[in-house]
Antibody, heavy 122, light 107 residues
Framework: EVQLVESGGGLVQPGGSLRLSCAAS????????MHWVRQTPGKGLVWVSR????????SYADSVKGRFTISRDNAKNTLYLQMNSLRAEDKAVYYC???????????????WGQGTMVTVSS | DMQMTQSPSSLSASVGDRVTITCRAS??????LNWYQQKPGKAPKLLIY???SLQSGVPSRFSGSGSGTYFTLTISSLQPEDFATYYC?????????FGQGTKLEIK
């Protein structure tokens, strides 16, 4: 079964750090771009970061650039999001998602993890 | 930045109804438009990709159309399991912007 399972969420104080993990199974992990998307009641679904198959290319939303780092370990079939200098506005459910590329050039997030909650509060 | 605007924000309908949700992009995105369904406490689920292609395993009562800046998601005959929140998303630019969502409720 194709599956993504996140872990690592929790409560952290402002300015603190947290590392999220996303374990992949059922597909050739290294062949896919992987993404992090977060969701809040106020701002809805917002793209956070992406990484290519070999881990050499990464991108970030402006709101997390310089604070979050995406990485992957293809030997362990695991995606990571290191979150530093956390702010109250980073509170969200964080999802990892697989990007499927189609022959026509379009793409979509076809597989999602179950989500992990991050709360930033003192 | 690219903006995706869905309408309506919420919609009440009955089982068996035909419903249409619209999504407008602030600039042309060709057919780089996806639709997702989300139920409470669950992750989004891909329904339609590339504006009109049905994701494997998704019932044929779901259909998508449009190109450029105007897109629609249609459910031809609502089933009880379809009551959920629906999101459009552009994959034209790296920000992969989502619409604000349309909550479909039972009348």
């Amino acid at each position: 079964e194709v599956q993504l399972v996140e872990s690592g969420g929790g409560l952290v104080q402002p300015g603190g750090s947290l590392r999220l993990s996303c374990a992949a199974s059922g597909f050739t992990f290294s062949s896919y771009w992987m993404h992090w998307v977060r969701q809040t009641p106020g701002k809805g679904l917002v793209w956070v970061s992406r990484i290519n198959g070999d881990g050499r290319s990464t991108s970030y939303a402006d709101s997390v650039k310089g604070r979050f780092t995406i990485s992957r370990d293809n030997a362990k079939n695991t995606l990571y999001l290191q979150m530093n200098s956390l702010r109250a506005e980073d509170k969200a459910v964080y999802y990892c998602a697989r990007l499927q590329l189609y022959n026509s050039g379009e793409s979509a997030f076809d597989i999602w993890g179950q989500g992990t909650m991050v709360t930033v509060s003192s | 930045d690219m903006q995706m605007t869905q309408s309506p924000s919420s919609l009440s309908a009955s089982v068996g109804d035909r419903v249409t949700i619209t999504c407008r992009a602030s600039q042309s995105i060709s057919s780089y438009l996806n639709w997702y369904q989300q139920k409470p406490g669950k992750a989004p689920k891909l329904l339609i990709y590339a504006a009109s292609s049905l994701q494997s395993g998704v019932p044929s009562r779901f259909s998508g159309s449009g190109s450029g800046t105007y897109f629609t998601l249609t459910i031809s005959s609502l089933q009880p399991e379809d009551f959920a929140t629906y999101y459009c998303q552009q994959s034209y630019s790296i920000l992969y912007t989502f619409g604000q969502g349309t909550k479909l409720e039972i009348k």
